[in-house]
Each structure stands twice: as structure tokens, then as C-alpha cells.
């Protein structure tokens, strides 16, 4: 847990100046930027983004892993729990099947949120690591003031998360058949 809290407390973009630093320049383990197009293959294509992944995903990894541990600890501490783990199962079992699905609710809210923060925070990492994506083509459309792309950027983008949302709605439905709609 206080990886994940040092993870919620540092910005991306200085994430990525500190895996730049340390993985990229002292270690040589991955370039430090830039991009390899899949036509060159798949493994350098990867090598060029570890480096941004790790950067923009650790905190919303984090968010989602306290968000996972604190609605597990409320379940765990229910009388359905309680009274399986009394009966005999095994713990596997009520952690896995039970536990999991009574605590989905919140975890998916949180995955669901954090696609906003991502596509975001995907702006500030493309420039720090100097990778062509949607980020970079915004940041180029302000500077040349072409609000019509800038238009279509904010629009590609609230779709993304309007598309999010909707499936993560559907999951609730997955995930809890209580959930879903009856027929009248």
C-alpha cells in the first residue's frame, strides 16, 4: 500500500523523467524516446512503450489496487463471509467467487473513471516521451490554432469515455444479475 500511495502522489510526467532517468539513461534498458512503428515488430515496438505505460498506468494501477483492498475489506467483513467461511469453504473460494463479485461495484466505477484520467494525462506523457498519438496531434492543433481538429480531438475523446461508461453500466449487469432489467 505505500507503493501505491507514492504512486498517487507523483505526477506522470515526473514519473516519466524518473523511468527515463533511471531505466532509460543509468540502466539502458529501454530507449528513452521516440517511437518504432509495428512494421519493424511487435518487440521493439513494445521496448519504445514500457517506458510511457509504466508512467501514465502506475497511478491509475494504484488508485485501482486501493480501491480493490478497501471494497474487499468491507465484504470480507459481511455475515454472508462470515457464515461461508463457517460452513467450510475454503477461503480460494470465498475470496475468488463470493468476495470478488459483492466488491466489483466500486472497482469497475474506479476503472471506468480513470479511462478519463488517461486519456488525459496521455497528452502530458506523449510529450515528455516524444511519441506521435492523439495527445501530441492536440498540443500541435492549439499551436497552430486549428480548432477544428481540436474539435474533433474533444470529440473523439468525451466519445471514448461516453463508450466507457456505457460498458462499464453494462458490466454492472455481468457482475450482479440483480442488476439487469426485467421484463415486465
Request: net charge positive; aromatic share 4%; proline share 5%.
Given at each position: 500500500?505505500?507503493?501505491?500511495?507514492?504512486?498517487?502522489?507523483?505526477?506522470?510526467?515526473?514519473?516519466?523523467?524518473?523511468?527515463?532517468?533511471?531505466?532509460?539513461?543509468?540502466?539502458?534498458?529501454?530507449?528513452?524516446?521516440?517511437?518504432?512503428?509495428?512494421?519493424?515488430?511487435?518487440?521493439?515496438?513494445?521496448?519504445?512503450?514500457?517506458?510511457?505505460?509504466?508512467?501514465?498506468?502506475?497511478?491509475?494501477?494504484?488508485?485501482?489496487?486501493?480501491?480493490?483492498?478497501?471494497?474487499?475489506?468491507?465484504?470480507?467483513?459481511?455475515?454472508?463471509?462470515?457464515?461461508?467461511?463457517?460452513?467450510?469453504?475454503?477461503?480460494?473460494?470465498?475470496?475468488?467467487?463470493?468476495?470478488?463479485?459483492?466488491?466489483?461495484?466500486?472497482?469497475?466505477?474506479?476503472?471506468?473513471?480513470?479511462?478519463?484520467?488517461?486519456?488525459?494525462?496521455?497528452?502530458?506523457v506523449e510529450t515528455v516521451f516524444n511519441i506521435p498519438g492523439?495527445?501530441?496531434?492536440?498540443?500541435?492543433?492549439?499551436?497552430?490554432?486549428?480548432?477544428?481538429?481540436?474539435?474533433?480531438?474533444?470529440?473523439?475523446?468525451?466519445?471514448?469515455?461516453?463508450?466507457?461508461?456505457?460498458?462499464?453500466?453494462?458490466?454492472?449487469?455481468?457482475?450482479?444479475?440483480?442488476?439487469?432489467?426485467?421484463?415486465?
Amino acid at each position: 500500500m505505500l507503493l501505491s500511495l507514492l504512486a498517487l502522489a507523483v505526477p506522470s510526467f515526473i514519473l516519466g523523467l524518473l523511468l527515463i532517468l533511471l531505466l532509460g539513461v543509468l540502466l539502458a534498458l529501454f530507449p528513452i524516446g521516440g517511437y518504432a512503428p509495428l512494421e519493424e515488430g511487435l518487440l521493439p515496438h513494445l521496448r519504445y512503450l514500457v517506458l510511457p505505460a509504466l508512467a501514465l498506468g502506475s497511478t491509475q494501477a494504484a488508485l485501482i489496487a486501493r480501491m480493490t483492498r478497501a471494497a474487499m475489506a468491507e465484504v470480507l467483513d459481511r455475515n454472508f463471509i462470515r457464515t461461508l467461511v463457517a460452513k467450510g469453504m475454503r477461503g480460494g473460494n470465498v475470496v475468488g467467487v463470493h468476495a470478488l463479485r459483492n466488491a466489483l461495484f466500486p472497482i469497475l466505477t474506479a476503472v471506468g473513471q480513470s479511462m478519463a484520467s488517461l486519456l488525459s494525462g496521455a497528452i502530458v506523457v506523449e510529450t515528455v516521451f516524444n511519441i506521435p498519438g492523439l495527445g501530441q496531434l492536440l498540443i500541435n492543433s492549439i499551436a497552430r490554432r486549428d480548432f477544428a481538429m481540436i474539435q474533433g480531438i474533444v470529440l473523439v475523446v468525451t466519445v471514448i469515455c461516453v463508450l466507457v461508461n456505457l460498458l462499464v453500466d453494462l458490466l454492472y449487469g455481468v457482475a450482479d444479475p440483480r442488476v439487469r432489467l426485467d421484463k415486465p
